[in-house]
């Protein structure tokens, strides 16, 4: 409840606090909500903690951790959230696309290639290519194969990126689950 409220309040000066939760505390709600809070505080200085929080043993806490990377105004993907597009839950893949997304760091692009021309889940392809687009990069054949993607948001995507027209994007944020209550 504690990690909630200080979420709520953006209390920036319990980011060690939350860090230290979310890297030790035995409960994994307390972990995913200091995830969470972190990433409502929106502070460069819990990175090092969301980012190890990649590699919990619980896949709704690296969902949110991977958010609240997102979340945080980051120039540079911690190497961890490129390394989450290779999680075994998709609902990781497609935070840590959409985080990567977020963060447009040109040094994913080839994580990302990857995860479009392997990916079977489409929401999380289609997290991949907003994030090869937000990133300024996504080459010819890999745009060619999702025009023949079995979900329409991805074709047209892939068309309009092949025409020169990304326009915005009409993807709402994800949440990393429903805002917490104590």
Request: charged content about 25%; aromatic content about 4%.
């Amino acid at each position: 409840m504690a990690a909630w409220a200080l979420g709520e309040i953006e209390a920036g000066e319990s980011v060690d606090a939350l860090s230290a939760a979310l890297r030790r505390d035995s409960d994994a709600d307390v972990r995913e909500t200091a995830a969470w809070a972190l990433g409502e505080i929106q502070d460069h200085a819990a990175q090092a903690a969301l980012a190890d929080a990649l590699r919990d043993r619980e896949a709704p806490v690296r969902e949110t951790a991977a958010w609240a990377l997102g979340e945080s105004g980051l120039r540079q993907a911690p190497q961890a959230l490129v390394d989450a597009l290779g999680d075994a839950s998709a609902g990781v893949r497609l935070k840590a696309a959409w985080a990567l997304s977020e963060i447009a760091d040109r040094r994913a692009v080839p994580a990302l290639q990857k995860l479009l021309r392997t990916e079977s889940n489409e929401k999380v392809r289609l997290a991949g290519l907003r994030a090869l687009l937000e990133a300024g990069e996504v080459p010819t054949d890999v745009l060619e194969s999702l025009v023949k993607a079995k979900d329409p948001s991805i074709r047209q995507r892939a068309v309009r990126a092949l025409a020169g027209k990304g326009g915005s994007w009409p993807w709402p944020m994800p949440q990393p689950r429903p805002r917490p209550f104590p």
